[in-house]
């Protein structure tokens, strides 16, 4: 049993952690912090956990997550990098669901993220957490920094066309259209209920911080170029459909067989039928990138449909993803459950 | 293995029953049936279902449900009461999710569903299947009645009061608020997007079938009462709530604990603790129902509040849950998942 | 043309006093004052007004209403109380959208709203500004009480009952469904579009502010009893949906037409036919109250369902119909557009 | 006063058209018709428009629209086609709100229709009704085709850097969003309530009847170039978000100043400051269409976000625009609400 402790857990990412380490068989959480909320039972702060967390919310410190195998950071972006040190020296492994660790290049980091960087060379061993690029890296990382939600849906959609070779990376324009949970659980009048429903906008157009990070990543796989990611918040709870759109190179008669050859072995990556158009909510609550590939012939263009929960597969779900593989416990484990539709 | 055939999936409790059915250890889908449907796979019709249920929809008729331990069906009223003699001739136990078996007085029925009933005999056979109620009649049923969705919360509010003598019978009302999947899966101008959300209605003021269901469980238990039923339809997908009001007989100091005690070895009845007000989300896709109770001392009255996700405790999975009782398998097998927040 | 002044227009009842005055003929907003946004430009906070009010926020003063006929206090509860003086003082007339004048009896206020009210003599003098009750007083008022939201609905259901004498008003329950915006404008994790949507709940059983102001209100036309109020939050921003029973009192043959002969002459209620069931976005952004009376003949109780728009008939419009009669220009001035469907 | 007919009042434009034109205090509703409600009241139908509107539904003839001076054809496509002339040759001037007569390629228009047109030479005559690009004509205009939603919105985004030649045009990405009611108001399964909530696709991605519309007025200023056009679907009812890509061709220094100057005169479009994110609810009710331009100095391109009401401006407000054009009364007549916000 894979002994689990969990840094600020007051926020979805943490609720969802411990909504899907509920129903994981080999996988027992033992402590969750929360500097606001020390003392409070879990369940009184989400009844919908009452009968499956009996655990209270205790003060941080590194005593507390003594006895645990790995502990998850559910916590707003810096606050990872002042702890993990002490974790990682006391044999804990650590998944970052925040940013501290996703971005090599310090100071890229330092500049989008407003912070002077505590730990550089935990960031240098830290494993960039998307199983379908680095997985046998994650088998063995102490750290691992967890994808952002918008990275995820892109960075899948774009592999296959990367890999082949099949678009010009100057060109990739990245519209993506998120739910409101990604804004994360919090007092603020812009993601009021009044506010966000029966409306859409876009916001972040001169610059969002996950496009430093799809940036960073694709020069991992030496892919360099500018790209255009415009986010855009959706009225609804969870779900990303990112529109990804890149300049054609060469025929490309069999995009549909690539996309389906190259993803066929990953259990959380979904290729649709040709001419296909998924839905967010067929992937709600499940820890799947579900992507349809359309090539449009008159403007010689790709258009990759992607679409994940921003809190399953763009966080919590793949969190518990790469921690079965540090584990080595199946990777799928408690991981299968269908999206809920309606 | 219980092996599992559903008439009709095409509706939400037919995708919510494969949903569930897919994360149960214990049972597998066979066959589900659809005359509109037949020969369309079933994740062509519902993608989130992709990879999990690889079945065809497939025409209804008895040989098709041969080898089934168990079928349900989640069709229209008047369905399962021309083909549940034969399946039960072949061995076959039956849980039906509509309304065909759920009144044993037949004029009653006729009335309000304005259909001949072709097979009373079975009528008298069924067992009305509310666990908390029934529990020992279901496991050696034949023939299950699964309760309507409204009922299901509005009677599990009012036992703990009634079994005590603490109300006033003819005093109650309920005044109960609904998702719009209640009203299923069909083309409909009432039920599209523009028509429902940002809007709340009652309907049915004057009369809605679940109200003689109610009344004649309720004369079950020897309780026999006029009673106001008050269905409200809400700009939500999932959920009721029902807000149960009744006057109070004689002292009622521990109402709390007799709430308490009256569910304390129920699995799938959460009574929260004093002055709480449960919200439906909190049992979203979770088979439970959340109830809290409270006495209003200025006006002598109790009002429950009584949550419940419709199509799981209020339908699919109280299902499920008799499955499991009538084959003995443990009551929580495949239900244990907790509600989806956010 | 009525000179107006806005105190703290930035909540949801200060930018509908906006909207609703942007196409008043005969009033034209002068000033408004806003502490946090003073400086701010009121199109930049609310883009929905730009060309339409060119106004900055400014600091709240009596000097800064100078030569306002009419001043709208949007604050919260107990602001007006500390300044309507200066303003009456001044030959400014004031119609205060928040309770401090509500209720009139003063020890009743000060224990629900948990504060000493500064000037009861005030109180004394304020009218309720509900028109269908008090249209002639409010005519010659120097200080409106607008009423609740809650109250309006619940009340307007009301009074034809008990003008005739039908109900008993021990038994009266008004079980209430209001959208989110009823809450304010504010920053607020309970508030938050992920915590409202796609979720019912009741809150404040035990007791809310608006059932001391329906009764106190109901005192003044001699109905002198207990009711019991239960509010309840709905996925939804605008609309009050009030389902109001009560035990009948002899015959009642005629219920619709007293409804209809009650309300013949009021041009901002509206009783449907019989056997009708308003739908709360009929009155979207309108100003109306929509009345459906049903009576049950097996329990013999009555079932009126009233819906409003909480911002509009429940706060800013009629507001606006109040100014409208203290100035002597056509009740109906600026407030006739029909409700926005779909 | 003009005298106005609508032709299939019972979807979401003609009620949308009667909501406007019920505060238009220069037009006044005579007749309107519809094959499958004639006899029923309008107001059975709309309880919104109760108080507003006495007709009832009648059956279409060109009887029935004698002495009116303009009717709306607010019907499905290739309706108006077979009715157009008769009313033309009557005298009474037409506005059709569908499809018919938008493309002046009557082959394309076939192509993408699937149906052959009966009056290919009013096609000829007839003018486009986008104000901005055609007011002269529209003034003496017989017979306007009234723009779809999502070219009105794609369109006024992109004619400033069209005029003032700052983009290649074969580089266009149009990314647009839309709200549930562009797809009518109708008896589906793909539209109801529990398919949409919550949830975000795209559709169409091969190609959709916007599409050529779009290219066709495009040339008509002499641009002709392939470009990419991509809906997708909201889980709101109201609005739509054109997100428009394109590559830049040389210096841009002043794109701000050329998007003001462009649109300083129009009533009915709206160009924020720089920076500017707009929502679609800003503009909720509203016939406006409020844009921004950014400038994306590391991938050279410019990125404009076009937001309407898709059901005003993008629909039945623009069509009353162009009627108040045609009968010389000023434009902005009955036009003048602010957006509905929240």
């Known amino acids: 049993m894979i002994k ?59 005593d507390a997550y003594r006895g645990c195998d790995v502990v998850f950071f559910a916590t707003p972006n ?17 998944i970052d669901l925040a940013a501290d660790f996703r971005i090599k290049h310090i100071p890229t980091w330092e500049q989008w993220y407003g912070a002077s960087h505590v730990c550089p060379e935990l960031v240098a061993e830290a ?26 849906t892109v960075i899948l959609a774009l592999l296959p066309l990367l890999a082949n070779n099949l678009i010009d990376p100057g060109s990739i324009i990245a519209d993506c259209k998120s739910g ?49 990611f415009t986010p855009h918040l959706m009225p609804m709870v969870r779900g990303i459909h990112a529109t990804v759109y890149a300049d054609a190179c060469g025929p490309a008669d069999d995009v549909q067989d690539l996309f389906e050859d190259f993803y066929r072995d990953e259990p959380f990556v979904d290729v649709m039928p ?28 790709y258009v990759v449909l992607s679409v994940e929960d921003n809190l399953v597969k763009g966080a919590a779900g793949q969190a518990i993803q ?21």
Request: net charge negative.
């Open 274 to 301: 040709a001419g296909s158009h998924p839905e967010t909510r067929s992937v709600r609550g499940a820890n799947l990138c579900r992507i349809a590939v359309h090539y449009l012939a008159p403007a010689d263009k």
């Open 127 to 152: 494993v960039y957490g998307l199983p379908e690029l680095n997985r046998e890296l994650i088998r063995n990382a102490r750290l691992v920094a967890n994808p952002g939600c918008y990275p995820t």
């Open 78 to 94: 810096t606050t990872a990098m002042t702890q993990a040190e002490q974790l990682l020296e006391a044999g804990i492994r650590v």
């Open 180 to 228: 409101s949970s990604g804004a994360g659980r919090k007092a603020s009048i812009d993601t009021a209920f009044c506010e966000i429903t029966e409306s859409v906008k876009a916001y972040a157009v001169q610059g969002h911080r996950h496009l430093p990070e799809i940036r960073a990543i694709l020069q991992t796989i030496d892919v360099d170029a500018e790209l255009v």
């Open 4 to 62: 689990v402790g969990i840094v600020g857990g007051t926020g979805y990412t943490g609720v969802e952690l411990m909504r899907l380490l509920a129903r994981h068989p080999l996988a027992k959480l033992e402590v969750i912090t929360s500097r606001a909320q020390a003392g409070t039972g879990v369940a009184d702060l989400f009844p919908s956990l009452r009968g499956l967390v009996d655990l209270n919310f205790c003060e941080p410190s590194v």
């Open 322 to 342: 790469n921690m079965n593989l540090m584990f080595a416990v199946d990777e799928t484990t408690g991981l299968a459950a269908p999206g809920m539709v309606p």
